[in-house]
C-alpha cells in the first residue's frame, strides 16, 4: 500500500486528496495522511490519457513503428492506455493471428494495451472491439459486414463507403484534390449505411465535421475526432505529410469543428496514430495515408483548453474518461476501483511541438511547432513511468481485456 498526494482532478474540479494505491489500483481517496508511505505530484494532477485509436505497425511494418517506440511516444505525451488496430500487414482477423500479434508484442509495451480484431467471421474473445472498414484505406481492408459474428463489445467504423471512394477516384496531388477524391459525401452516407445494419455499440471513428458528428449521434451512435482534423485543413502546406483517411477537409469545416468542441456530438477525441517513413511520403501521389499523433493529442487539447477552445471538463471527458468507457476498461477515472494512471500537468509551461524530439520512430509530425503542454510526470498503475519527458521505467505495459458484461 502507498499513497499519492496532490491537486487531483475528480468530477469536474481539483480537489487536495490522498489517493491510496494498492497493487497499481485506486483503493481509497482521502482528506488526511494516511498511515503509509506517501509521495508527493506536484502540479495538477489528472487521469492517464485513453487513446483508443492507434496503429502501432508490429507485427509486420516495423520500419514505420513498433510497439516499443509507438507506447514511448504514448507515455511521453500522456497517455497511459491505447487501443490498437488490427490492419496490421497481416490482418487481425482470428484468434490465430491474434495471438501471434499478442506474442510479437510481448512485453516491449511501455502503456496497458488492448488490440482489436477486424470483424470477421471468427470472434477473438481477448479482443478490446471489432473494427469495420466499410471502404478501403491503408492495408485494403474491406469488411462484409453482413457476413460478421459479433460481440458485445465496441465495434469501430472506419466511415467512408467503398462504393463512393470508388465514384470519385482521381489523380491526386495536393490535399485538396485527396479532400475531393474521398469527400465529405462518403462519410455520410457510410453513417447512413451502418445504421442499416442494426448493430449496438458502434462508435464511429475520425469523422470529419461537426455534421457528421450531428449525424452520427443523432442515430445512436458514439462519435471520434482526431487533433487533425479539429487543427489542421487542406490548405496547411505540409503537403503529403498532411495526406490521411479520412481526408483532411477545407478549412471552413475545420474551423466549424474546432468553434465547437463543446458539443455534445463528440465523444471521444483520438489520435489516429499511423505513421510512416519520409521516405513513404515523399511522392504525394504515391504516399500511403497516415500520420503519427499518439505523443502530441493530449499535449495539443490541454493546450487549447489554455487557449479557450475546449474546456477542461470536455478535454478529460473526451481523452480518458469516454474512451475507457467506451472500450469498458478501468481507466480514465481518479476514483476507486481505478488504476492509479496519473499525469501531472503545469499549465504554464506551454512547449512547441518538434519532430526530432518525439519518440515515434517515423520521426516527423504535422504537428511542426504547434504548442504542446507535456506531461512532467506519467504514473501508470502507481508507478513513475515519465519524468521530465524521459522514460524512467522498463516497459510495464499488460495487456487489456475488455470486460464480459
Ligand atoms: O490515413 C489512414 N491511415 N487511415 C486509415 O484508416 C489507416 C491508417 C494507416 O493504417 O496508415
Ligand atoms: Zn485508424
Known amino acids: 500500500m502507498e499513497a499519492f498526494h496532490g491537486q487531483f482532478y475528480m468530477r469536474g474540479e ?37 487513446d483508443m485509436h492507434v496503429h502501432f505497425r508490429d507485427p509486420g511494418e516495423n520500419e514505420k513503428e513498433d510497439f516499443r517506440t509507438g507506447s514511448l511516444s504514448a507515455i511521453s505525451g500522456g497517455t497511459t492506455t491505447v487501443c490498437d488496430m488490427p490492419n496490421n500487414r497481416i490482418p487481425i482477423t482470428d484468434i490465430t493471428t491474434f495471438r501471434s500479434k499478442l506474442s510479437a508484442i510481448g512485453s516491449r509495451s511501455f502503456v496497458d494495451f488492448g488490440l482489436y480484431q477486424a470483424a470477421s467471421k ?3 474473445p481477448d479482443a478490446i472491439g471489432q473494427k469495420i472498414f ?35 477516384a482521381r489523380e491526386n496531388d495536393s490535399l485538396v484534390s485527396h479532400d475531393m477524391s474521398r469527400p465529405l459525401e462518403c462519410e455520410l452516407e457510410a453513417i447512413e449505411g451502418m445504421f442499416k445494419f442494426r448493430l449496438e455499440k458502434v462508435h464511429m471513428a475520425h469523422l470529419t465535421s461537426l455534421r ?31 495526406k490521411v483517411n479520412p ?53 495539443l487539447i490541454l493546450s487549447s483548453y489554455r487557449k479557450g477552445l475546449i474546456s477542461l471538463k470536455k478535454a478529460i471527458s473526451s481523452m480518458m474518461e469516454r474512451p475507457a468507457e467506451i472500450c469498458r476498461i478501468n481507466k480514465g477515472y481518479i476514483e476507486k476501483g ?3 494512471d496519473f499525469i501531472s500537468i503545469n499549465f504554464r509551461e506551454i512547449g512547441r511541438i518538434k519532430g526530432e524530439d518525439l519518440h515515434s520512430k517515423c520521426g516527423w509530425t504535422p504537428f511542426e511547432n504547434f504548442e ?14 515519465v519524468q ?11 495487456f487489456l481485456n475488455a470486460k464480459e458484461q
Open 14 to 50: 481539483f480537489r487536495e486528496k490522498y489517493v491510496v494505491v494498492d497493487r497499481g489500483v485506486i483503493v481509497d481517496i482521502k482528506d488526511e495522511k494516511p498511515d503509509t508511505s506517501v509521495t508527493s505530484i506536484p502540479g495538477h494532477v489528472l487521469p492517464g490519457g485513453v
Open 122 to 124: 471468427e470472434i477473438v
Open 134 to 168: 466499410l471502404g478501403k484505406s491503408t492495408g485494403g481492408l474491406l469488411t462484409e459486414v453482413d457476413k460478421c459474428i459479433w460481440q458485445d463489445k465496441v465495434k469501430v467504423v472506419h466511415g467512408e463507403l467503398q462504393e463512393c471512394i470508388e465514384n470519385n
Open 212 to 242: 457528421s458528428l450531428e449525424f452520427a449521434k443523432s442515430l445512436g451512435f458514439t462519435t471520434e475526432v482526431t487533433p487533425h482534423h479539429i487543427l489542421l485543413n487542406s490548405s496547411a502546406n505540409i503537403s503529403s505529410l498532411g
Open 247 to 299: 481526408p483532411l477537409r477545407k478549412k471552413s469545416i475545420q474551423e466549424e469543428l474546432l468553434g465547437n468542441l463543446e458539443s455534445r456530438a463528440i465523444d471521444v477525441i483520438a489520435s489516429d496514430h499511423a505513421p510512416h517513413t519520409l521516405k513513404d511520403k515523399e511522392v504525394f501521389r504515391d504516399a500511403p495515408s497516415g500520420l503519427p499523433g499518439v505523443e502530441t493529442r493530449v499535449p
Open 338 to 340: 481505478f488504476d492509479a
Open 372 to 385: 504542446g503542454i507535456f506531461p512532467k510526470l506519467v504514473f501508470l498503475r502507481g508507478e513513475l513511468v
Open 388 to 398: 521530465e519527458g524521459e522514460a524512467v521505467s522498463s516497459s510495464s505495459g499488460v
